[in-house]
């Protein structure tokens, strides 16, 4: 009797840094619990290996930013039955979509002898923004306890349980005072998903968004409390515009401080 076929994952990199990818790969003891699980069917990162889709799941790292990803996207989901966003690139446009907020042509003219080789889009955006998405995995890096969680739902058929409160809740879950209230370090933790593990905090050093916002995020409070911690409105502006500057909650709040 032959043996039931395994699902099929596929890893894709679009404008990103690798970082993501590299979650998977650091993965290290359970990786080999993972690669017996699946069959790696495309994963440039890992293996020149390459298997003909459809693909059970694709895991998207990296946003969309040229022409050229705007088509490969489209593909990529065609091919997929599931498809995951990993990292605040894929998620919210990422650190490269600071470019959404000014003039990307005066940035090539600057920047390059011969702008006219450069294809790019105006904007960096979230793969959502051009397919639909089964699930969002957040993170900069994303959190790889959570990649392996969300990859044991799938192949278990449940739902990821990946938590959606705020970085605040693991402050206190670990006991870490904090940095806001006590020591005065502006601090990101109300508004932004948990997830690193309550890093920053644990080094006294307020929370940067790498999760991006949580839901029902209340950033114009936590700007007005920035503001009595004398902070200026660039400050405050520049504060919620990094890894995660294009998601909806945290532009919109950003845009105010102009």
């Known amino acids: 009797m032959a043996a039931p076929s395994k699902p099929k994952l596929a890893v894709w ?16 003891d359970e990786l080999l619990a993972v690669a017996g699980a699946v069959d790696i069917a495309y994963f440039l990162e890992a293996t020149r290996a390459e298997i003909r889709g459809p693909y059970d799941v694709s895991l998207v790292e990296g946003s ?3 022409p050229e990803e ?14 995951i966003t990993i990292g605040a ?22 920047v390059y002898a011969h702008p006219e080789y450069v294809e790019t889009l105006a904007t960096s955006t979230a793969i959502r923004d051009h397919v639909d998405v089964d699930f969002e ?18 192949l278990n058929d ?15 879950l670990a006991g870490t005072v904090c940095v806001m209230v006590a020591h ?17 905090p644990s080094f006294r050093r307020g929370c940067y968004g790498c999760f991006g916002p949580k839901q029902t995020t209340n950033t114009e409070s936590l700007a007005k409390r920035f503001a009595t911690l004398d902070m200026d409105e660039r400050s405050i502006k520049h504060f919620f515009r990094s890894f995660n500057a294009n998601a909806a909650a945290f532009r919109r709040e950003s845009e105010t401080h102009e």
């Open 13 to 28: 990199k679009f404008s990103s840094c690798d970082g993501c990818q590299l979650q998977l790969l650091s993965c290290e």
């Open 64 to 66: 969309v930013t040229t």
């Open 70 to 83: 705007a088509e490969r996207i489209r593909k990529v989901r065609r091919q997929s039955k599931l498809l």
């Open 89 to 110: 690139c894929a998620t919210a446009g990422g650190i490269q979509a600071l470019k959404n907020f000014k003039d990307v042509d005066g940035f090539i003219r600057s």
């Open 137 to 154: 995995l957040r993170g900069c890096p994303i959190n790889k306890a959570q990649l392996l969680e969300v990859l044991n739902a799938l």
């Open 158 to 172: 449940r739902k990821p349980n990946v938590p959606p409160h705020s970085q605040c809740i693991e402050c206190k």
């Open 184 to 200: 005065g370090t502006p601090c990101l933790g109300p508004v932004t998903q948990a997830g690193c593990g309550n890093l920053c």
